[in-house]
């Protein structure tokens, strides 16, 4: 089954504790994304990555880091994670950078205290 | 930067009603999507239109595209209850706050 996989689900943690929340995808695709979802907000791109070995920032990347060293896996990482970064988190992957449909992961729910 | 944007930001009609919902963007567009998610959800692809369409239809969801208004709308027709859920509009990668559609029974 085609599917973009996040974990964990759910997180609690405090500030300054070093995480990663994975994502991986099994279609093959080039193109991977994280967006953050926050109340009045909507969804915000945090970080792309249009093939391995190439990220780029979206519109909210502070805080944050990305690795792309296979195609099927992007994790996202909170070096010292701070309660702003509180939010609900979603992965998503594209075939091809030609502004595709996206598959979206079903959501990482972090909570920092 | 907030590429999309949906009108209204809430909207309830009875089960059996047509649900419109409408998006504005800013630049020039490849091509528009509408997505779908349920309460704390990842987001479902509805249908992509793309730029050089007026109209594109799939089920009960129609979807239009005017490139010189800049601006889409989602209609689903005879909604029902299951319809309830959070619609977005994107372009180039950037979401909009989406819509909260209530069907009620």
């Known amino acids: 089954e085609a599917q973009v996989t996040q974990n964990p689900r759910y997180l609690i943690t405090v500030t300054g504790k070093k995480l990663t929340v994975t994502c991986s995808q099994n279609?093959?695709?080039?193109?991977m994304s994280w967006y953050r979802q926050d109340p009045g907000l909507g969804l915000r791109q945090i970080y792309y990555s249009m093939n391995v070995e190439v990220t780029d920032k979206g519109d909210v990347p502070e805080g944050y880091k990305v690795s792309r060293k296979e195609k099927r896996n992007f994790p996202l990482i909170l070096e010292s994670p701070s309660p702003n970064q509180t939010s609900l988190y979603f992965c998503a992957s594209q075939a091809g950078q030609n502004y595709n449909e996206q598959f979206f992961g079903p959501g990482t729910r972090l909570t920092v205290l | 930067s907030q590429q999309g944007e949906e009108d209204p930001q809430a909207l309830s009609i009875q089960e059996g009603e047509n649900a419109t919902m409408n998006c504005s963007y800013k630049?020039?567009?490849?091509?528009l999507q509408w997505y779908r998610q349920n309460s704390g959800r990842g987001l479902v692809h509805l249908i992509l239109?793309?730029?050089?369409?007026r109209e594109k239809h799939s089920g009960r969801l129609r979807v239009t595209l005017d490139t010189s208004k800049k601006s889409s709308s989602l209609l689903i027709t005879a909604s029902r209850a299951a319809d309830t859920a959070s619609y977005f509009c994107?372009?180039?990668?950037?979401f909009g706050k989406g819509i909260t559609l209530s069907v009620r029974p």
């Open positions: 630049t020039s567009i490849n091509n």
């Open positions: 279609m093959n695709h080039e193109y």
């Open positions: 994107a372009t180039l990668q950037t």
């Open positions: 239109i793309r730029s050089n369409e």
